[in-house]
């Protein structure tokens, strides 16, 4: 990745001159698409991590063409390309292991854009190809708001620094401790009881193809990225606490005949030394602003993978942001409370929206029975995946106008 890890006393110096002085919590997808972003535009924001240099390089994302604009605007469209592989095709096993359907992704998404899958690291490098500047092992201990401003006490080390700003961003994910600080009620969680191991598997011939074998009680799913596929094997977090030896076996029992993929995604878990653990569970703020503080990203709504979009409304709602806080920069742009509302007004429903569409899969796709398993084989082979991607080619058609949300917010100053 091209970050570049400095202590926050030089990004505090370089904010300080800015028109909008902005510290962003969390240098993930979200947050550090954004920081780039304003740094296109001539800002200087100061982007914070509480994680050190050794951070877990991540997953595989499937990116839908919501992401576009963003690389668009960073100038990287191409940098993504060459980092990741086209999903042309998706393809459905029933829980015996017998292909149901293979369809055309390409068909469904083409008019909209590039549908790509690429892992999460190779995307943050793609976003910081100009070098980023963070700040690592540094988090918020304090935030105080005031109608002009906010005062912010960052910890890195022993050291405690005071620094004043415009605009807070949080996008320190769905576990935020920063949301902690401003958030007047917890967040909703939805628990769906499953977890599962995230690996790495070798490269075979099918490159543009995503795999999923849904069984009577646990998942295997690959998508690839480049050089590599990314395997996922879950199912109910009690059937998995034996481990992953116990539980590859059980899957192999009940299915006879998985296919060269997936045969190869049980024995990579099988072979990763430390392979990580992931509890599938998602999150939703109650608000996203107070003022001049603002959740982004997994903080205000963190996704469960089901639909494979969580990463590309992250990223949307980053471009939304920055496209908005340009205004914010203008002698007689909209005052920042307004901008922020906006905001939340316009990008919220999509976002929840998108949410709720990957609820509705996970109740269909973590069903518990051999009969659940038989009906839901049926219901796929009987309906294409155009009916799942429904509500997202929804919000693919109609992309959000930061333009139009600027103008709502001159008229509610």
Do not use: C
């Amino acid at each position: 990745m091209s970050f570049i890890e400095t202590p926050p006393h030089g990004q505090l110096e370089a904010a300080a001159q800015d028109s909008l002085p902005t510290l962003i919590v969390g240098a993930g997808i979200a947050g550090t698409t954004l920081a780039q972003l304003l740094r296109q535009s001539g800002q200087h924001p100061v982007l914070i991590e509480r994680s050190t240099g050794g951070r877990h390089p991540g997953y595989m994302l499937a990116l839908m063409p919501m992401v576009d604009r963003a690389f668009d605007d960073l100038g990287v469209r191409e940098a993504y390309r060459a980092r990741s592989v086209p999903l042309d095709r998706y393809r459905v096993r029933s829980h015996t292991g017998r292909p149901i359907r293979t369809e055309s992704m390409a068909r469904l998404l083409a008019r909209y854009g590039d549908y790509r899958g690429i892992s999460r690291g190779a995307l943050l490098d793609a976003l910081t190809t100009d070098r980023a500047p963070v700040s690592t092992g540094t988090t918020v201990t304090h935030l105080q708001e005031d109608t002009d401003g906010v005062t912010a006490t960052l910890r890195t080390g022993a050291e405690e620094i005071t620094a004043r700003f415009a605009v807070v961003i949080i996008a320190d994910g769905i576990g935020s401790t920063t949301r902690d600080l401003v958030a007047t009620e917890p967040p909703a969680r939805v628990d769906t009881g499953w977890g599962g191991w995230v690996v790495w598997a070798p490269p075979d011939e099918e490159m543009d193809l995503g795999e999923e074998l849904w069984g009577t009680d646990f998942m295997v799913a690959t998508y690839p990225v480049a050089g590599a596929i990314g395997v996922f094997l879950g199912a109910a977090r009690e059937h998995t606490q034996a481990g992953p030896e116990a539980f590859v076996a059980r899957v192999r029992r009940q299915v006879r005949a998985p296919g060269a993929r997936m045969d190869a995604a049980l024995q990579a878990v099988l072979d990763d030394p430390d392979p990580y653990y992931w509890p599938l569970s998602d999150v939703r703020a109650a608000r996203w602003t107070t003022g001049r503080t603002v959740l982004l990203g997994d903080a205000a709504a963190g996704f469960l993978p089901t639909a494979g979009i969580g990463a590309g409304m992250a990223m949307e709602s980053a471009w939304m942001l920055a496209r908005m806080l340009a205004h914010g920069t203008r002698d007689g742009g909209p005052d920042i409370p307004s901008l922020l509302s906006s905001f939340e007004v316009y990008q919220r429903p999509r976002v929840e929206a998108a949410q709720d569409n990957s609820r509705t899969l996970a109740r269909w796709m973590f069903g518990r029975s051999r009969v659940w398993a038989t009906v839901r084989d049926l219901a796929v082979r009987l309906a294409s995946v155009t009916f799942a991607l429904g509500p997202i080619r929804k919000l693919l058609d109609d992309l959000p106008d930061p333009d139009a949300a600027v103008r709502r917010s001159a008229t509610h100053r």
